[in-house]
C-alpha cells in the first residue's frame, strides 16, 4: 500500500469539557493520559492532541503540568506525533494560551493547535481574535512547531489561506476540520467541500465531527482521501441510540475497522511524519 493510502489517526483523549461525572473513561493525570494513549497508539492511532488537566479535573494552561503530561506519553509511546493545545476556551491571555509551547527536551511537541477565528460553543463562546491568532503562529515560528490548524467553518479556511499568503502561516500545512458543533459549520459534504476549497494548497487534513457526528465524519473523510481525529474530547459514547459509553481505545478501533473496510491502513506515526511533512523525532 503507497503512503496517499495510508489513514491518520489523530487522538483527542481529554479536551477541556468531558467530567468523570459524565464521561468516566476520560484520563486527568498524566499517566492517566499516558496509558490510555498507550492503548490507543495499539489501536492505529498516529498523533495526540493533549489538553492538561489540574488533580481536581479543572482544565490548565501551567506549562509544567503539560510538561509532566508530554514526557509522561512520550516515555510510553516514544514516536507518537506530540501536538498541545492552544485553546482560549477557559482564558484568552496569550502569555497562558502559549504556555503549552514551552515544554522542552525529548517531550517538546511537534504541532500545536491554533484556531483560525472565533465561534460560539453551546457551553459559551471561544474568541480568537487575528492579535491572538497571530502572536500564536509566531510562537510557534520560534519554537520550530506546526501549526495544527483549527477549523470550524469556511470563513476559518479562506482565513487559513490568506494568513499563509501573508507569510504568517508557513507549511507544512495540516488542518483539523471540526464539523456539526451548534454555533458553527453543520457535517455535511457542501461544507467539507467549502473548507477544502479554502484551505492553502497542500494542505493535509483530518475531519472530526462533534459528538453524534463522530464515525460520519471518519467514513466521509476516509472515503474522500483524508485523515480522522476522534476521542473523547468531541465524543463520549460509542452509540448514541442507547448512550453507551465511549473509551478513547474503542473510538480508535472503529475509525481504523472502518478505514480498513475502505481498503486504508492505519498510518503508523512516522509514516503519518512523512505525509504531514514533519521532521523525523528520536526519543530514544
Request: proline letters at 7%; charged letters at 25%.
Amino acid at each position: 500500500m503507497s503512503l496517499a493510502d495510508k489513514l491518520i489517526v489523530n487522538l483527542c483523549p481529554t479536551g477541556m469539557i468531558p467530567r468523570r461525572a459524565k464521561v468516566p473513561s476520560v484520563p486527568v493525570t498524566p499517566e492517566e493520559i499516558a496509558a490510555d494513549v498507550r492503548r490507543c497508539r495499539d489501536a492505529g492511532a498516529s498523533m495526540v492532541h493533549l489538553h492538561a488537566r489540574g488533580e481536581d479535573e479543572e482544565p490548565t494552561w501551567r506549562p509544567e503540568r503539560y510538561q509532566e503530561i508530554c514526557e509522561a506519553v512520550a516515555a510510553e509511546t516514544p514516536d507518537m506525533v506530540l501536538v498541545v493545545t492552544t485553546s482560549g476556551r477557559d482564558w484568552s491571555e496569550l502569555e497562558k494560551r502559549s504556555a503549552s509551547l514551552t515544554v522542552t527536551g525529548v517531550s517538546k511537541p511537534e504541532m500545536a493547535s491554533l484556531t483560525l477565528g472565533s465561534m460560539n460553543f453551546p457551553t459559551g463562546p471561544s474568541v480568537n481574535s487575528p492579535q491572538t491568532i497571530e502572536g500564536l503562529a509566531r510562537a510557534m515560528q520560534e519554537r520550530d512547531i506546526v501549526p495544527e490548524l483549527e477549523v470550524f467553518d469556511v470563513g476559518m479556511a479562506n482565513y487559513a489561506r490568506s494568513l499563509a499568503e501573508k507569510g504568517v502561516l508557513q507549511g507544512p500545512f495540516y488542518a483539523n476540520i471540526l464539523l456539526g458543533s451548534r454555533g458553527t459549520a453543520d457535517l455535511n459534504a457542501a461544507n467539507v467541500a467549502a473548507v477544502l476549497a479554502g484551505l492553502p494548497n497542500g494542505t493535509t487534513w483530518a475531519l472530526a465531527g462533534i459528538g453524534r457526528f463522530q464515525s460520519r465524519a471518519n467514513t466521509l473523510a476516509t472515503t474522500l482521501g483524508g485523515h480522522v481525529r476522534v476521542g473523547l474530547e468531541d465524543n463520549p459514547y460509542y452509540d448514541w441510540r442507547d448512550r453507551t459509553d465511549a473509551t478513547n481505545a474503542r473510538l480508535v478501533e472503529r475509525a481504523v475497522r472502518i478505514g480498513r473496510e475502505l481498503g486504508r491502513e492505519p498510518a503508523t506515526p512516522e509514516e503519518a511524519r512523512q505525509i504531514i511533512g514533519l521532521k523525523p523525532v528520536d526519543r530514544t
